[in-house]
């Protein structure tokens, strides 16, 4: 078993976060995020975070941490299918609720 797979999120002394712990995402009130956080977490946070990924690089040596940013994709910011929609949107077209209010856009 890893570190990672026996946190429970009370926290390991020593602690996760053995490096640069200033100014980042992993540190904040004197407590070690990483400590408080199951696999799932982590891996949640690096897929959606950039900043995270950045920051996790410096706060931490444990190269279980270290090989998950290497192995975990950063998800897309916007969702392909959200973009598809916002390009139909912006499209040369009537708002939707003008068709229903009658004018066609014809005069």
Same mark, same amino acid.
């Given at each position: ?46 897929? =959606?975070?950039?900043?995270?990924? !950045?920051? #996790?690089?410096?706060? +931490?040596?444990?190269?279980?941490? %270290? *090989? ?17 929609? =916002?390009?139909?949107?912006?499209? !040369?077209? #009537?708002?939707?609720? +003008?068709?229903?209010?009658?004018? %066609? *856009?014809?005069?």
């Amino acid at each position: 078993m890893t570190e990672l797979d026996n946190q429970t999120g009370t926290g390991f002394e020593p602690t996760l976060c053995d490096g640069d712990i200033t100014n980042n995402q992993w540190f904040e009130d004197g407590v070690c995020l990483l400590d408080t956080m199951t696999k799932d977490q982590v891996i949640y946070t690096i897929s =959606r975070n950039p900043s995270a990924r !950045d920051d #996790l690089r410096r706060v +931490t040596s444990c190269t279980e941490v %270290l *090989n998950l940013l290497s192995q975990v994709d950063l998800l897309p910011a916007v969702q392909e299918d959200d973009e598809l929609q =916002r390009r139909f949107n912006s499209g !040369d077209c #009537l708002p939707f609720n +003008t068709i229903f209010r009658g004018n %066609l *856009n014809n005069q």
